[in-house]
């Protein structure tokens, strides 16, 4: 149990990590979408070592591209999702926008229950109505009166809202196309092949929006996409063993609300420690909301 935990805390902490990644890359305005290009490209490549080639043989061509084609699908989703939220960001303010974007966890909820026929009880629809107050919250959060205004890190103190809101939508439905194998197969994926084909499809998805939008490859970019890669690798595999950890004692329930609770706490923290964001009680009051009912609705 303990060993779970442990492993879960640092899989949330690596996610606190790529907050920090999206923050400094959204002030240095480096374009999301090359990015999420070069970083999907290496999680496919290090989702490999996942992949159990034996079931992959065994498994009939029918059931591998259709999961093959929701992944890849839920893949370029996530990357336009994450685009918008990292446009978000840059317009600021970055710990509500980044809030909402991990509070995107809602839509596949509500689509399990009403497109699958999931069962929900009053303390995870509890926690819909908490995320849903959070998102009201941030809305009526105070604002310069003159439009955006530069605070003491020179970043935008309103503006990127609308995008955030953009990106739990988006990020929401990546997340429910996730969800789809596991609500129509009961072995859904036995060649663990699912880390891969979200790679190639946020791969897929980055390439297609930077030749859309003639985004550029730099060498930062590839700097930047690589520790990307890395660290989406990292939290991946902190998280399987850690879920697997709490499994053993019954309690892989608990695993995502706190990966993604330290991942927002931390975020909130760095950007108030660097004194890039003021402490708003309003906005601290949403964020609450929100990771109360991303608890709630995960149990």
Same mark, same amino acid.
């Given at each position: ?60 061509? *029918? ?38 974007? /991990?509070?995107? %966890? ?36 105070? $604002? ?12 935008? *103190?309103?503006?990127? !809202? ?12 990546? /997340? ?32 297609? %929006? ?18 990307? *890669? ?7 595999? =902190?998280?399987?063993?850690? !879920?697997?950890?709490?499994? *053993? ?15 927002? %706490?931390?975020?909130?923290?760095? $950007? ?7 402490? /708003? ?9 929100? %990771? ?6 995960? =149990?």
């Amino acid at each position: 149990m303990t060993e779970g935990l442990i492993l879960i805390l640092a899989a949330g902490a690596v996610f606190c990590l790529m907050g920090v990644v999206f923050s400094v890359t959204a002030r240095r305005g480096l374009d999301m979408v090359p990015l999420m290009a070069v970083s999907g490209g290496g999680l496919a490549v290090g989702g490999l070592g996942w992949v159990d080639v034996g079931a992959l043989r065994a498994e009939p061509v *029918a059931d591998l591209g259709r999961l093959a084609a929701v992944m890849v699908s839920a893949g370029a989703v996530s990357t336009a999702g994450m685009a918008a939220m990292h446009a978000g960001m840059k317009r600021g303010p970055q710990a509500p926008v980044w809030t909402i974007g /991990q509070s995107a %966890l809602a839509v596949p909820f509500v689509a399990g229950v009403v497109v699958f026929g999931d069962t929900a009880g009053v303390v995870r629809w509890s926690g819909l109505v908490a995320i849903l107050i959070g998102l009201v919250l941030f809305g009526l959060a105070k $604002r310069p009166p003159n439009g955006p205004s530069q605070p003491p890190g020179g970043e935008p *103190a309103s503006g990127g !809202l609308p995008l955030a809101f953009l990106a739990f939508a988006v990020i929401g439905l990546s /997340q429910t196309l996730m969800t789809v194998p596991s609500h129509t197969s009961a072995d859904p994926d036995p060649a663990s092949l699912r880390v891969t084909l979200i790679g190639l499809g946020r791969m897929a998805g980055g390439i297609g %929006l930077a030749v859309g939008l003639r985004a550029r490859f730099g060498r930062a970019v590839l700097l930047w996409g690589a520790g990307m *890669a890395l660290l989406s690798l990292s939290s991946t595999s =902190l998280m399987l063993a850690g !879920l697997d950890a709490l499994a *053993a004692h019954g309690r892989a329930g608990i695993g995502f609300p706190v990966a993604v609770g330290i991942c927002i %706490l931390g975020f909130v923290a760095y $950007r108030i420690v660097t004194g890039r964001e003021p402490a /708003q009680p309003t906005r601290l009051a949403a964020i609450a909301a929100c %990771l109360a009912g991303i608890v709630l609705i995960s =149990l």
